[in-house]
């Protein structure tokens, strides 16, 4: 299976447990693997049949400004979930990191993976 993938996509949102962390905007990055036959697109050179980094990118920091969770767990699974229903995406490997969480760690976070790899080329 071939994949798009997104690394290092760094952001402001509402996220957090405790009260003080509703009221302040921290930063959250994604790095993102999806699974895709970029064949398609590759063979005529069209941006409309393979996934746009750049829209998807866009999409992940819109959906998480307006959906403010309190786990970084929770918004994982639910980006995860608007990806691969939005963009017919049929598996993801989603890593959702809080760098400023834990004071003497780089970052702190969760890797999630979705749906099903298919053997060679996905359709």
């Known amino acids: 299976m071939d ?4 690394e290092g996509l760094t952001f402001q949102t509402t996220i957090g447990f405790y009260q003080w ?5 921290q930063t959250l990055v994604v790095d993102l693997a ?17 996934l746009d980094y750049a829209e998807i ?7 998480a400004n307006n ?17 691969m229903t939005q963009y017919d995406i049929p598996w993801l490997r989603l890593k959702l990191m809080k760098p400023t969480a834990v004071h003497n760690a780089t970052t702190v976070g969760v890797e999630i993976e979705r ?4 053997n060679g080329k996905s359709s």
Do not use: C, H
């Open 57 to 63: 990118s866009e999409a992940i920091v819109k959906f």
């Open 3 to 6: 994949k798009v993938y997104i």
């Open 34 to 50: 999806m699974g895709w036959n970029t064949a398609l697109a590759a063979e005529n050179d069209e941006l409309a049949k393979t």
């Open 21 to 25: 962390e509703k009221e302040i905007k």
């Open 115 to 118: 749906g099903q790899q298919l």
């Open 67 to 83: 959906n403010p969770v309190d786990l970084i767990e929770t918004l994982a699974e639910r980006i995860a979930t608007y990806l």
